[in-house]
């Protein structure tokens, strides 16, 4: 992947800034070290920095058409462009690369923003028409590259990053409270809103035209996540069911294996990255390097399974042991790179984690991503089943047991504790009814956490209610869905696309130059499994049966067998009793006050009792709040009130690469070692 930037003049007298945009590609150089390259003229002004993964010695862009209308700028992989390339030359296309940007520019070329629907991959990308005067910009089917933007001053600015925006010292940088409520209750901000007021993310599955005269653009979806009724789903067996998904899967690894580099693979011991590192060493690449993470703390280690897996497929190994000191210290750089609030540090072994890869030679790695919310991996999906069946005889002392099969640790108090989860999973004939049913309690609960906002900024957020954000957002007759189809939605939609590939994907990977790609994405497997009936996703309590069944023979049993494990990176361990250092200068009254977003007396009380030694059990909500306040704080710091000293110091690096269209629309193109002019 790379970096993409750009700045369009629709009404500004003013001339666009070249110093901006080498800035701004210099503030994204973690996403492109190896080369940059600039489009000037007077409606735009497009960069990219490059990560060399496909075409090395001639793939630099931006990159035209042969008449020099079209300019595109693009940051990914489409992983079916050599299929693609073949059609295009069969209708007369030339090529001049080895790239699949070229392939792509040709299509859109070829089809307009059709051209989307053929792209089997995960891009962002923006495509200038310079007798339109016209840009297009899009975004892969689920999200898994980013692409922000605002309007400021009659200018169109737009950036891989928000940093890259902020640069612009005009654009104003402020928090927008409403995005930051939404947070602090589904831990990300929903549909094109980020923390940042004015600042949008083009949303997945999205694309957008923005002409010159034009005071903002208008989104246009080509893809949304698929629903099939009963009727329409899948019409064989299990059994024939099993045998297409693992075509369909091997195809989609084969295909991500393209590439000009070394590919690696993440083995987290699970049984998602199992599966892909299984495919890849027994059909693809029976010298596989493999990566992962292993922690100070028992509870959150997974290496006994890595081994396993790395001894049975024979794997060259390679673990990051992560100790607690590291999550903490390491937690202000992370912020930085995911440019939004979190309220868990999972985010921050993940960066560590592609930093190992980097250190060893490796620029691009697959991963398990996407199986639990495609293949219905996750607890939340089965405990929406349990609240289900329990809410259809709400006064059965049977039917709640059922949850202890999920989380026995908890229903070992007999206690307060106890009861008090039984109060939290019930559901009554009302939330039977509610579409957000899945999600809802886990949502209302998050929440609690912004009690600790200032007054003002309380009653700010109290303006409109997140859960009706989403409810607006939610697809025409979806409560006629069934359960499991409803939260697959909600987690795919809200969670996925803006945490799991944005704060725990992109964002940390691309920190240290390296790419994911994951397998389980393909829009192919997605429509798939959208075909199958719910219990073949979620047999009684077995999650991700279709995976199993399909891939059971292939894998040690207890790997298959094993209680699903979600990702989790500690947190109490990790601030307890810190008698000094960043986090009590983050929460200081002084400091709290200052910044204005928090209450300075109800955090240091909470703080207070939170890291005292010896204190009882701690709640996840608990912990999720001090991640959250500390990484507030954090943000607000790096991009509100001390970004403007780093517009300032910020190099405006001389790019490698740079095509001028003089007045009588000539081409310039100047490099450094040479200088040459067509028309």
């Known amino acids: 992947m790379c970096g993409i930037a750009g700045i369009q003049n629709l009404s500004s007298k003013a001339p666009l800034s070249e110093r901006l945009i080498r800035q701004m590609l210099s503030i994204l150089g973690h ?30 862009q931006p990159i035209s058409s042969r008449d020099g209308q079209l300019w595109i700028v693009y940051n990914g992989e489409v992983f079916n462009y050599l299929e693609l390339k073949k059609e295009l030359e069969e209708k007369g296309h030339r090529f001049t690369t080895g790239t699949d940007t070229e392939v792509v520019l040709h299509l859109y070329e070829e089809y ?23 840009l297009f910009i899009a975004r892969d089917r689920v999200g898994i590259c980013p692409l922000y933007f605002t309007f400021c001053n009659g200018r169109f600015i737009f950036a891989s990053e928000i940093k890259a ?128 993470i292993g922690f100070e703390e028992k509870s959150f280690d997974e290496a006994s399974y890595q081994a396993q897996m790395v001894k049975f497929l024979g794997t060259d190994h390679q673990q990051s042991r992560i100790s607690n000191n590291q999550v903490r210290k390491q937690l202000s750089k992370v912020i930085w790179h995911c440019e939004k609030p979190l309220l868990r540090t999972g985010p921050v072994p993940l960066f560590m984690l592609s930093g190992l890869v980097r250190q060893h030679g490796f620029k691009v790695v697959l991963t398990g ?34 949850l202890q099969r999920l989380y026995p640790y908890i229903f070992e108090d007999a206690g307060r504790a106890k009861a008090f989860l039984h109060k939290f999973f019930s559901v009554t004939g009302k939330d039977l009814n509610d579409p957000l049913m899945s999600h809802q309690k886990r949502w209302e609960n998050t929440a609690w956490s912004k009690t600790f906002f200032d007054p003002a900024i309380q009653a700010e957020m109290e303006k409109t209610d997140t859960l009706d954000t989403i409810r607006a957002k939610l697809p025409a007759g979806f409560e006629k869905r069934d359960l499991l189809s409803r939260a697959q939605w ?7 696309s803006n945490y799991l590939l944005s704060s725990q994907g992109d964002r940390v990977a691309m920190a240290n130059s390296v790419e994911l790609r994951p397998p389980f994405l393909d829009h192919r497997l997605i429509d798939f499994a959208a075909r199958l009936p719910a219990c073949w996703k979620i047999n009684g309590l077995n999650e991700k049966y279709m995976l199993k069944k399909a891939f059971n023979d292939r894998l040690p049993a207890n790997i298959v067998k094993r209680a699903k494990q979600p990702y989790r990176a500690p947190i109490g361990q990790v601030f307890f009793n810190e008698e000094h250092g960043q986090i009590h200068e983050l929460i200081d009254p002084g400091e709290l006050e200052r910044t204005g977003i928090f209450n300075s007396r109800k955090v240091n009380s909470f703080f207070e009792k939170y890291m005292k030694k010896n204190q009882g ?63």
């Open 112 to 134: 307009g923003s059709a051209c989307l629907l053929q792209l089997n991959g995960q891009f962002a990308m923006a495509v200038w028409d310079n007798r339109k005067n016209e």
């Open 369 to 402: 991503e996407g199986a639990d919310e495609v293949f219905g991996g996750y607890n939340i999906f089965k405990e929406a089943k349990i609240r289900a069946f329990w809410g259809r005889q709400p006064g059965s002392r049977y039917r709640p047991l059922l």
């Open 165 to 292: 925006v902020f640069l612009d010292p005009e654009v104003c940088r402020g928090i927008d409270f409403e995005a930051l409520s939404q947070v602090f209750t589904c831990w990300t901000t929903v549909g094109e809103k980020t923390v940042f007021k004015n600042i949008y993310e083009l949303q997945p599955g999205h694309y957008m035209t923005v002409k010159k005269g034009a005071e903002n653009g208008i989104q246009k979806p080509y893809w949304q996540i698929p629903y099939y009724t009963p009727d329409q789903q899948w019409g064989g067996c299990r059994q024939e069911a099993a045998e297409h998904f693992r075509t369909l899967l091997e195809d989609a690894v084969r295909i991500r294996l393209r590439a000009d580099v070394p590919v690696g693979a993440y083995l987290s011991g699970g049984l998602d990255s199992s599966v892909i590192t299984s495919i890849i060493s027994r059909k693809f690449n029976n010298r596989l390097k493999t990566f992962s």
């Open 31 to 60: 996403r492109g070290p190896e080369k940059t390259g600039v489009y000037l003229d007077s409606g735009i002004h497009l960069g990219q920095c490059r990560l060399s993964i496909l075409g090395l010695e001639a793939g630099d």
């Open 490 to 496: 909600l987690e795919m939609d809200i969670f996925m």
């Open 617 to 679: 059990p701690v709640s996840e909500n608990q912990n999720m709040a001090v991640v959250g306040i500390l990484s507030t704080q954090i943000l607000y710091k790096q991009f509100v009130e001390g970004f403007a000293d780093l517009q300032v110091s910020t190099p405006a690096k001389n790019p490698d690469r740079i095509i001028r269209r003089n007045d009588a629309g000539q081409l310039i193109y100047e490099t450094q070692t040479n200088r040459t002019c067509c028309l």
